[in-house]
C-alpha cells in the first residue's frame, strides 16, 4: 500500500537555527498539503500545492517559514531561524486532487523540538 | 466560519461494549465531514467520509458515523470496541473550496 514518506521522523534543535523537513506524496497525487500539530491539539494547515503551485498559504508564518514543490512531487518546508513555539508535529499530507471531497492521506510526521 | 467540536476530551469504555465519540460541525454550506485516528507518535490514519448520500457511513475497522443535519453532528461509533482501538479520534469538516478543519480530538481508552 502506498504511503505519504517524510524525514527526519524526528529533529532536535536550537532556537535561531535553520530546520527542514521533507516529504515524498503518494505517487500521482497532485495535492500536498503541510500541517502543524500541537500537543493537545488537532492539526493545522500551513500551506497546500496543487502540482507547483501553492494553493492556500495563508496560516503560514512567511516571515519565518517557506516551502517549495520544485517539481510537483516531493517537498520541503523550512524553518528560519525556529523558535521555542515552533516545537510541534510536521505532518505532511497528499491528495489524488484539489476536490474538497478528496480524502487527505497523511505521513508519519516529523516531531520537531526546539530548546 | 466552518469549525468542529469534540465535546470530551476521553472516552472510556470496557473491551466488548459500544463506543461512541462525539462530533458536532459548524458550517454554512454543505459540509464534508472526515473522522481520523492517531496512534502515538504517528500520522493520522483516514477511517470514514461523509460526502452526500446515506447518512450511515461505514469505514474501516468496522467503525461507523451517522451524519445528522438536523443536530449538525457527525458521531463515530463501533458496536463492539476492542483494546486495539484505544487511540486518539480527529473529526475534521471542510466545505467546498475550503481547508480542512480539525477538531482538538478524543483520546479513547478501551480497557480489558
Known amino acids: 500500500e502506498a504511503e505519504v514518506a517524510q524525514s527526519p521522523r524526528y529533529k532536535i534543535t536550537e532556537k535561531s537555527q535553520a530546520v527542514a523537513f521533507w516529504c515524498d506524496p503518494i505517487?500521482?497525487?497532485?495535492?500536498l498539503y503541510w500541517y502543524r500539530q500541537i500537543l493537545g491539539q488537532g492539526p493545522e494547515l500551513l500551506v497546500q500545492?496543487?502540482?507547483?503551485?501553492?494553493?492556500?498559504d495563508s496560516q503560514l508564518p512567511k516571515d519565518r517559514f517557506s516551502a517549495e514543490r520544485l517539481k510537483g512531487v516531493d517537498s520541503t518546508l523550512k524553518i528560519q531561524p525556529a523558535e521555542l513555539g515552533d516545537s510541534a508535529m510536521y505532518l505532511c499530507?497528499?491528495?489524488?486532487?484539489?476536490?474538497?471531497?478528496?480524502?487527505?492521506?497523511f505521513g508519519p510526521g516529523t516531531r520537531l523540538t526546539v530548546l | 466560519a466552518q469549525s468542529v467540536a469534540q465535546p470530551e476530551d476521553q472516552v472510556n469504555v470496557a473491551e466488548g461494549n459500544p463506543l461512541t465519540v462525539k462530533c458536532t460541525y459548524s458550517v454554512s454550506g454543505n459540509p464534508y465531514l472526515f473522522w481520523y485516528v492517531q496512534y502515538p507518535n504517528r500520522g493520522l490514519q483516514f477511517l470514514l467520509k461523509?460526502?452526500?448520500?446515506?447518512?450511515l457511513v461505514k469505514g474501516s475497522y468496522g467503525f461507523e458515523a451517522e451524519f445528522n443535519k438536523s443536530q449538525t453532528s457527525f458521531h463515530l461509533k463501533k458496536p463492539s470496541a476492542l483494546v486495539s482501538d484505544s487511540a486518539l479520534y480527529f473529526c475534521?469538516?471542510?466545505?467546498?473550496?475550503?481547508?480542512?478543519?480539525f477538531g482538538k480530538g478524543t483520546t479513547l481508552s478501551v480497557s480489558s
Open positions: 461523509y460526502i452526500t448520500g446515506d447518512n
Open positions: 499530507a497528499s491528495s489524488p486532487h484539489r476536490g474538497s471531497t478528496d480524502t487527505q492521506y
Open positions: 500545492f496543487q502540482d507547483e503551485s501553492v494553493v492556500d
Open positions: 505517487s500521482g497525487h497532485a495535492t
Open positions: 475534521a469538516v471542510r466545505e467546498e473550496g475550503t481547508a480542512l478543519i
